[in-house]
């Protein structure tokens, strides 16, 4: 693990453990066994860190659900419990960020940290706009605030309860248990048994302007280049052999310690392809940067 992801996971453990305004950016340096000046090397001031924490885990679960949903292979609905699923395993094992990011740890009065919560909260209604257009069609769109409004809402709280309670929930049934209640959803709009309470005016404040995929600035060149991977998995002949190829690296690099080697090993078999070359080659350094 390379310094700046052990100060950001050792940050998380004291923030969690003692509070942000109880923890200093001397105990952070000690604990990663680096001097405060070498800390502030890396972060600016505790509130950079608070907030590259927040961007660096909040990226890692949602990358998950960005990479399932590029498998074109994969039917709408069945992608979307996935995406739900995948995420679900993030928020498992990153628990003690889900922790500390439920109780509220940061820096007060922030207006970095303001603006990033914001963009993250466009990127997620952006994520679930498409994947409810993907499933249920344009008809859906009349309705589409209120599912995603209650969809979030029915997501965070079954994300506090994975947070705070063992591992009772599995990932998998909840994904499809929630796309399931989703379906219900939307089909008591569609057919008219319901009414929309939500429209784009209403909520303005709650719209991002930014691109559909929305990456954090520090991540785009890695959500660029599993885009251009699978882009160019969909246009071959042969492309289920290489998407489960692709599928497999980004199973291995969902993992807390993906295994260099085994990825090395699959990107290489996409680089022996020319078509794929330089896509997997692009796809390798910012896996496995040197």
């Given at each position: 693990?390379?310094?700046?992801?052990?100060?950001?996971?050792?940050?998380?453990?004291?923030?969690?453990?003692?509070?942000?305004?109880?923890?200093?950016?001397?105990?952070?340096?000690?604990?990663?066994?680096?001097?405060?000046?070498?800390?502030?090397?890396?972060?600016?001031?505790?509130?950079?860190?608070?907030?590259?924490?927040?961007?660096?885990?909040?990226?890692?679960?949602?990358?998950?659900?960005?990479?399932?949903?590029?498998?074109?292979?994969?039917?709408?609905?069945?992608?979307?419990?996935?995406?739900?699923?995948?995420?679900?395993?993030?928020?498992?094992?990153?628990?003690?960020?889900?922790?500390?990011?439920?109780?509220?740890?940061s820096t007060k009065n922030s207006e970095k940290l303001a603006a990033m919560e914001h963009?993250?909260?466009?990127?997620?209604?952006?994520?679930?706009?498409?994947?409810?257009?993907?499933?249920?069609?344009?008809?859906?769109?009349?309705?589409?605030?209120?599912?995603?409004?209650?969809?979030?809402?029915?997501?965070?709280?079954?994300?506090?309860?994975?947070?705070?309670?063992?591992?009772?929930?599995?990932?998998?049934?909840?994904?499809?248990?929630?796309?399931?209640?989703?379906?219900?959803?939307?089909?008591?709009?569609?057919?008219?048994?319901?009414?929309?309470?939500?429209?784009?005016?209403?909520?303005?404040?709650?719209?991002?302007?930014?691109?559909?995929?929305?990456?954090?600035?520090?991540?785009?060149?890695?959500?660029?280049?599993?885009?251009?991977?699978?882009?160019?998995?969909?246009?071959?002949?042969?492309?289920?052999?290489?998407?489960?190829?692709?599928?497999?690296?980004?199973?291995?690099?969902?993992?807390?310690?993906?295994?260099?080697?085994?990825?090395?090993?699959?990107?290489?078999?996409?680089?022996?392809?020319?078509?794929?070359?330089?896509?997997?080659?692009?796809?390798?350094?910012?896996?496995?940067?040197?």
């Amino acid at each position: 693990m390379d310094k700046r992801n052990a100060i950001l996971e050792s940050a998380v453990e004291l923030f969690g453990a003692h509070g942000y305004n109880q923890t200093s950016m001397q105990q952070i340096a000690e604990s990663v066994g680096i001097s405060k000046g070498s800390l502030y090397s890396y972060f600016q001031s505790k509130e950079d860190l608070i907030i590259s924490i927040y961007e660096h885990y909040q990226q890692l679960v949602f990358e998950r659900a960005f990479v399932v949903g590029l498998d074109g292979n994969l039917p709408p609905m069945e992608r979307f419990s996935k995406q739900f699923q995948v995420q679900f395993e993030g928020i498992l094992e990153y628990k003690s960020y889900m922790k500390m990011h439920m109780r509220g740890e940061s820096t007060k009065n922030s207006e970095k940290l303001a603006a990033m919560e914001h963009r993250m909260r466009g990127r997620l209604f952006s994520w679930l706009e498409q994947n409810l257009l993907d499933v249920y069609g344009d008809e859906i769109k009349p309705y589409k605030w209120d599912l995603m409004w209650m969809t979030q809402s029915i997501y965070a709280s079954y994300m506090m309860l994975m947070i705070s309670q063992d591992d009772t929930l599995e990932p998998s049934r909840l994904g499809t248990h929630l796309v399931r209640q989703i379906t219900l959803l939307a089909n008591d709009f569609i057919n008219g048994n319901s009414s929309p309470q939500l429209n784009d005016d209403m909520m303005k404040s709650f719209t991002v302007s930014m691109d559909k995929e929305g990456a954090f600035i520090s991540f785009e060149k890695r959500e660029k280049a599993w885009k251009s991977l699978y882009g160019k998995i969909k246009g071959m002949d042969n492309s289920r052999d290489y998407m489960d190829i692709a599928n497999r690296i980004s199973e291995e690099y969902r993992d807390s310690e993906p295994d260099k080697l085994i990825l090395k090993g699959l990107l290489r078999l996409l680089m022996d392809t020319e078509e794929l070359r330089m896509e997997a080659e692009e796809l390798e350094k910012q896996l496995l940067p040197e």
